[in-house]
């Protein structure tokens, strides 16, 4: 059974960081590309970052490209994402997403397979 279990959200001042920390289990991670979105309520779920279990290969939303990094631990089984420079319009529901899926992109919610139950971070001018 595959599980995702996200932690480390909360509340911080902008410009302030925090981590979010995925904690995987019940996947063959060498053939998953794992990932976080965000969803903020009355809207679509979005992109942030993905990684590529195997090669650590990594995209990033616009949006947080330069601020947040995506990362995994193989020996925990975890994917974390460090948010820096945070700002209130990073106010979201954050959630994990691991998928394998052919022929779509990873930047897409329809990759993905699995999904966490979401983190809530709250970004406070």
């Known amino acids: 059974q595959v599980q995702l279990v996200e932690s480390g959200g909360g509340l911080v001042q902008a410009g302030g960081s925090l981590r979010l920390s995925c904690a995987a289990s019940g996947l063959t991670f060498s053939r998953y590309w794992m990932a976080w979105f965000r969803q903020a309520p009355g809207k679509e779920r979005e992109f942030v970052a993905a990684i590529r279990w195997s090669v650590g290969s990594t995209y990033y939303d616009d949006s947080v490209k330069g601020r947040f990094t995506i990362s995994r631990d193989s020996a925990k089984n975890t994917v974390d994402l460090q948010m820096n420079s945070l700002k209130p319009e990073d106010t979201d529901v954050y959630y994990c997403?691991?998928?394998?899926?052919?022929?779509?992109?990873?930047?897409?919610?329809?990759?993905?397979?699995?999904w966490g139950q979401g983190t809530q971070v709250t970004v406070s001018s």
């Open positions: 997403a691991a998928g394998q899926r052919t022929g779509l992109s990873v930047r897409s919610g329809t990759y993905y397979d699995y």
